[in-house]
């Protein structure tokens, strides 16, 4: 992760191997049914329709969560993923929050509130012509919790803000076949002249520090570029008023 340190990015071939890879390769058919339109949503923010995230000039793909420690999700949603595709998303599950984490805990601050992995994967599949425009991953996600109506101070229901994440690294695992034209990674590292591009290569691991820009170039082929993507984040209190 030396380069991690130094650059903001680090990228790894071959970190599941080809039966992995094939298993996985099959998550943009078996989820179809439960993707939707990517979106980033903020707590209190705009609307679906004013949020400018959510228009399809700023983004344009099709994402499923897979909440690793939500029973009720997988229960609805396992019965429709074959074998392979379960036992390929545990393989990268175990990288991401072991591996990876444990590689990245040298490069944390001491100081700074403990930087754990997502308890989620986000599965997002760009189709041909489909994008992300420039964006930080660094976002602060409120967590909020809501008094019982007889709780709140006036009496009524409130919205309690009471910690937040900090993005910190973002990893990202290409689930291509076929190196797919277009649907580059770019992203611009700290104190480089020019931007750098990532290819969507199948069974590629790219990680990179959450606040350098980047963005999903146009996918030019006919052939979906697929990726799987996990956020490792530290908490931190937020300042009300």
Not at 9 to 30: K, P, Y
Not at 189 to 210: E, M, Q, W
Request: aromatic share 8%.
């Amino acid at each position: 992760m030396a380069e991690l340190r130094s650059r903001g990015l680090v990228m790894i071939d071959g970190v599941l191997g080809d039966e992995s890879l094939g298993g996985l390769r099959r998550a943009a058919h078996e989820l179809e049914g439960t993707m939707v339109a990517g979106s980033v949503g903020l707590a209190g923010s705009a609307t679906a329709e004013e949020h400018p995230s959510r228009r399809p000039e700023t983004r344009r793909d099709r994402v499923v969560r897979l909440p690793a420690a939500d029973a009720a999700w997988w229960h609805h949603n396992e019965r429709h993923m074959s074998p392979p595709l379960r036992t390929a998303l545990a393989a990268l599950h175990r990288v991401l929050i072991a591996d990876v984490h444990r590689a990245l805990l040298p490069l944390w601050p001491s100081d700074r509130p403990p930087l754990f992995p997502r308890e989620s994967l986000q599965f997002a599949c760009y189709g041909k012509g489909d994008f992300y425009q420039a964006h930080e991953d660094r976002a602060r996600t409120t967590l909020v919790t809501r008094a019982l109506d007889g709780d709140a101070p006036s009496g009524g229901a409130a919205d309690q803000p009471q910690t937040g994440l900090d993005r910190a690294y973002t990893a990202i695992y290409y689930a291509n076949g076929a190196e797919p034209l277009g649907g580059e990674l770019r992203l611009w590292p700290d104190g480089a002249y020019a931007a750098v591009d990532v290819r969507p290569v199948g069974d590629r691991l790219v990680v990179f520090d959450s606040s350098l820009l980047h963005e999903v170039l146009p996918n030019e082929d006919d052939t979906q570029r697929c990726a799987f993507t996990m956020w490792f984040s530290s908490s931190s209190p937020i300042n009300v008023g």
